[in-house]
């Protein structure tokens, strides 16, 4: 597999999880910044996984990458838009 497949993929599949499933799925329990507070660290936690990661390396995941693409998805309601923020 390409880099570039590699990361499209991830894109995709770790958009519809957690925003299109997550988020979504907590923003009808509570508010939408409790959704995004909560799918933004899960998303950093998530990325622990990665070869090399380290606490701070998925902090910087959940603040420049987790609260990103949450919003964006929460301000244009389209997960291309994210999927597409995520590839890039």
């Known amino acids: ?3 570039i497949e590699t990361a ?4 995709i599949i770790e958009e ?6 997550m988020l ?7 508010v939408s910044w409790i959704a995004l507070a909560v799918t ?3 998303f950093g936690a998530f990325h622990l996984g ?10 910087a995941i959940t603040l420049e990458a987790g ?5 964006a998805f929460l301000w244009r309601r389209n997960m291309w838009f994210a999927m597409g923020l ?3």
Do not use: D, E
């Open 8 to 11: 499209l993929s991830a894109a």
């Open 67 to 71: 609260v990103l693409l949450g919003a």
């Open 24 to 30: 979504q799925s907590i923003q009808k329990l509570w």
């Open 40 to 42: 933004s660290l899960t």
């Open 50 to 59: 990665n070869p090399g990661a380290t606490l701070w390396s998925a902090l």
């Open 1 to 3: 597999m390409t880099s």
């Open 16 to 21: 519809l999880v957690f925003r299109g499933l």
């Open 86 to 88: 995520h590839f890039a």
